[in-house]
């Protein structure tokens, strides 16, 4: 139903970023006439909002324990286990360093995930509060993955980016702290690959022409998590 | 991680968002309290809060929202303290009167004294929506109101301000 002129100056003034009432405004040289002056208004009103800031001037700042503060600790792949990984894991598809924005360079796939889950480390936090729906959706979008909750409790999503690809960022609550998932329609791997270290057990898995990575602590364990994360991920293409 | 690394990643994480989001909480201060030490007071206060509350911010995407609550909340303590007076606009003290002070502009002096004028139920959404950028809903949400009352608000607010610009 095209808006009237009432509707329509109330949109706008409310909103003067508004879009809609197209059909109205197209045919209404008065309201175009008021889209005008309420732009206008809202530019000098912003004009006018922007007082000059002082100087910043940060309190003294008391000490935190941050002890108390869940993080995910510094990864430190013993050789062995590096060791033991160039011998088992086929790393499919990556010849040379890869190259990240910013002329980062990382040696593996894991490699640069393991940099990327300490750079993101405000993810790692122990909480029962779940993610919206809303949230989840416009992470996860329909074009990506369709996703369930049967993973568990998702407490964090952010679209990331790794390889050049943007992709879900997930974290659920294992059993002994926040487990990461990254969710890479993109990042064909040939097999299963095991990252293991002093703080962390992961894994990245194939699933059809991509791969899904599963990072917790170096005590949890993964089995459950693997096959409720396979169970609940379905690829979109 | 030792404690010592994860006190400097904290530090490094609450001086990005500071550094980042400080401006706006200046802002959103001052036309909160409508007082410019008092919002530098406020602004002190909700650093601190921020600084002790920090690991409850999980999605640095609501970073700018989650400081912008603290100074609410921050101003609100604030006049729940002072129990200040109403503000009477023909009769400003120093630091009142500071915040409305503009160089040689007429227009902009104007501007800057009718919204000083807005009832606060009005002027808050606007700075919300114009200054901060924040949607409707995003004000709903930061205000405790339906949607709806934060379109009417708008509205009026933009009326008012057009009617004594005029």
């Known amino acids: 139903m095209m808006m009237n002129c009432d509707q329509y100056r109330e949109a706008i003034a409310a909103d ?7 059909g109205h405004l197209s045919e209404c040289s008065s309201c175009q006439a008021y889209r005008k002056e309420m732009l206008e208004l809202n530019q000098r009103i912003s004009r006018a909002l922007a007082l000059d800031v002082p100087e910043l001037d940060v309190p003294e700042l008391p000490a935190i324990e941050t002890d108390k503060v869940v993080t995910l600790p510094t990864r430190k792949l013993s050789s062995p286990v590096w060791m033991a990984m160039a011998a088992t ?8 360093f890869r190259m990240i924005g910013g002329g980062v360079e990382y040696p593996t796939l894991a490699d640069e995930l ?4 300490d750079h993101e480390h405000v993810s790692l936090v122990v909480t029962n509060v779940a993610v919206s729906d809303e949230r989840l959706t416009s992470v996860v979008p329909a074009d990506i993955a369709r996703l369930d909750h049967s993973a568990g409790l998702i407490t964090y999503a952010q679209s990331c980016v790794i390889g050049g690809h943007s992709v879900p960022h997930l974290v659920i609550q294992g059993e002994h702290g926040p487990v990461t998932i990254l969710l890479m329609p993109d990042e064909m791997v040939s097999g299963p690959q095991r990252i293991t270290g002093e703080s962390v057990n992961g894994v990245i898995l194939p699933v059809g022409d991509g791969s899904i990575a599963i990072f ?8 459950r998590i693997e096959k409720e994360v396979l169970d609940s991920v379905t690829w979109s293409t | 991680m030792h404690s010592s690394k994860a006190a400097v990643l904290r530090r490094q994480r609450f001086d990005q968002y500071v550094g980042v989001y400080h401006q706006d909480m200046y802002r959103y201060a001052a036309w909160l309290s409508r007082d410019k030490a008092i919002a530098e007071d406020v602004v002190q206060e909700a650093l601190l809060r921020a600084w002790k ?30 129990r200040l007076e109403t503000v009477d606009i023909d009769n400003l003290t120093a630091s009142q009167a500071a915040l409305l002070a503009v160089e040689d502009d007429k227009e902009l002096d104007d501007m800057r004294q ?3 004028e807005l009832d606060d139920d009005y002027r808050e959404p606007l700075v919300l929506q114009v200054l901060m950028g924040f949607s409707t809903n995003e004000i709903a949400e930061q205000m405790g109101l339906k949607q709806g009352a934060v379109l009417t608000r708008l509205h009026r607010a933009r009326a008012k301000l057009a009617e004594k610009m005029e």
């Not at chain 1, 393991?114 to 889950?117: G, K, N, T, V, W």
């Not at chain 2, 509350?53 to 603290?70: C, F, G, H, M, P």
């Not at chain 2, 100074?71 to 604030?78: G, I, L, S």
């Open chain 1, 16 to 22: 003067p970023s508004f879009d809609g009432g197209a």
């Open chain 1, 89 to 96: 894991v086929v790393l499919a598809a990556f010849v040379g």
């Open chain 1, 114 to 117: 393991l940099a990327h889950i």
């Open chain 1, 216 to 223: 917790g602590e170096r005590e949890e364990s993964l089995d």
């Open chain 2, 53 to 82: 509350s920090l690991d409850a911010l999980r999605d640095e995407n609501l970073a700018k929202q989650w400081l912008l609550t603290i100074v609410r909340r921050e101003n609100a303590r604030y006049f729940e303290r002072k």
């Open chain 2, 114 to 116: 009718a919204i000083y």
